[in-house]
Nanobody, 115 residues
Framework: QVQLVESGGGLVQAGGSLGLSCVAS????????MGWYRQALGKERELVAR???????NYADSLKGRFTISRDNAKNTIYLQMTSLKPEDTAVYYC?????????WGQGTQVTVSS
């Protein structure tokens, strides 16, 4: 079992920045990679970014250059730094951890970008 706890969401004005954190606990050695998805109201959940243990990263094409994912293995924590935020970035952001058996999900954190 892996438990994930996100933090850092909130309200920010367009053009601003916000950082999210996700701490993993439990069977963290079973984790293959971690990442972030988001889901806007009325839309499907979409991948934001993922990061593998050596630091290899993937991003949604539309977010490259504005969002940065990173990790601190010693703290079992991943981060998402979001810059130049737009109203369309408003969504619930979910942290996930991928293992051989299944994916685990955090409870989600709301990010709201006002125009």
């Amino acid at each position: 079992q892996v438990q994930l706890v996100e933090s850092g969401g909130g309200l920010v004005q367009a053009g601003g920045s916000l950082g999210l954190s996700c701490v993993a606990s439990g069977s963290t050695r079973s984790i293959n990679h971690m990442g972030w998805y988001r889901q806007a109201l009325g839309k499907e959940r979409e991948l934001v970014a993922r990061i593998y243990s050596p630091g290899f990263t993937n991003y949604a094409d539309s977010l490259k250059g504005r969002f940065t994912i990173s990790r601190d293995n010693a703290k079992n924590t991943i981060y998402l730094q979001m810059t130049s935020l737009k109203p369309e970035d408003t969504a619930v952001y979910y942290c996930y951890a991928d293992t051989i058996i299944r994916q685990y999900w955090g409870q989600g954190t709301q990010v709201t970008v006002s125009s």
